[in-house]
């Protein structure tokens, strides 16, 4: 079998990541009375590659041992008896560190996003997970729970690997019969590519022209009365949506005049994230030179200890500007070191230097479900229209002339 025409337009190992940020996100946590589940996201990561994984080759999952080929060589055990079948997994399909668990926990994670409510109700998902889940429900690999690779089913000697195989089998058949595929998964997948390699030029350019940075993350609120994106009309949620839109507009806007607040032009990247109980919310990330904020910050401590006043957070300054300006004092804000979402060992907060790339990686990382997002998963009310940004910075196609010159002095 020849590669599948269908072009991989995701990372798959940055979509792995990103997966686990994007399902917190989704479900308000903050709610003790919500009882939403949630919807899984980390397993579409993990059905995404096993997706990747089939049409890359022509090979099974696993390589049977046993049955006709033991009965005609006469294999048998200790005791007289024919040996019956076995299976392992096979390493031309896979490598034994990532199969082991991909595809032995593949008919559990597809029953998980088959039954989930949430998801059957709320959200959209890309063709290939879509197509994916359709050839399951139909077919016999459903009924093997739990999947024990050895275990026979049915009356026709076939143990459960065989049944897995065959699974594989008939979606790389569909997948290929399927021919405005590779249409819809460009269209699904339409600038998430580029936006992620957007973002890491954006980070590196940032730490080129200043060295060390200063990191502050922010989830800001329109509203503190938003559309229940599960139980208020579509009209409320586009209504929410918009409202939030123009919000970001005009803080951005003014961010550019405001530099007692914002100095030197900072960078930033922001997405509007749905939670399905919390409404729409917008994150940003600001990116300040770290001298530049750090000058700021002893004239503004001078200032306030003169005024027998206390220093408010920077943080807590830009969220109060967002609810003053671009809200209209309707919104809130929540400083993502403060947020038990943004605050794991995955997420980078304040001060970093341009030489600790241990640092500027896990940003990256970070970051990357701003991007991801929407080519993981979807509503089925999403709005059309703009659901990432950065500050523009010169072309990547600009910067590259600019190395190659600097190389040719």
Known sequence: MNKSKVSRTTDLQRLYRHASHVDDFL??????????????????AKLDRFVWLSLETEFSPFSIQGGAERIMTGQ???????????????????????GRDLVSSLPRALEAIATDKTAANQLRYAPHIQLLL???????????????KDWPIGQMGEIMAEVHNDFVAQFRKAMLARRLLRRELHNWNWGSQENLDNLNFC?????????????LHLRLFHDKNRANLISASVEDQYRDFHALRACRTKFLDRMRRKRALFPDKPGYIWSIIPSLEGGYELHLTLLFDTATLRKLHVAKHTEATQAGA?????????????????????????????????NGRDWVHGEVSADDTLQREKLKNA????????????LKNEPEGEYFGMRERKSRAAHQLVKEGEKGK
Do not use: M
């Open 27 to 44: 479900i308000n946590r903050d709610d003790p009375e919500s009882n939403l589940s949630s919807p899984e996201i980390r397993l579409l």
């Open 203 to 215: 980070l590196d350019d940032l730490f080129d022209r200043h060295g060390n940075l200063t990191i």
């Open 367 to 378: 970051l990357g479900y701003l991007v991801t997002r929407r080519a993981l998963v979807r």
């Open 310 to 342: 206390v220093l408010e957070d920077h943080a807590d300054q830009v969220g109060k500007y967002w609810v003053s300006v671009a809200t209209g004092g309707r919104g809130s804000y929540l400083p993502g070191d403060r947020d038990i979402r943004q």
């Open 76 to 98: 048998q055990n200790e005791h007289g008896h024919l040996l019956p079948k076995t299976a392992s997994l096979n390493q031309l399909f896979v490598s034994r560190e990532l």
């Open 134 to 148: 359709e050839v399951f429900l139909g077919h016999p690999l459903r009924s093997c729970k739990p999947f024990k």
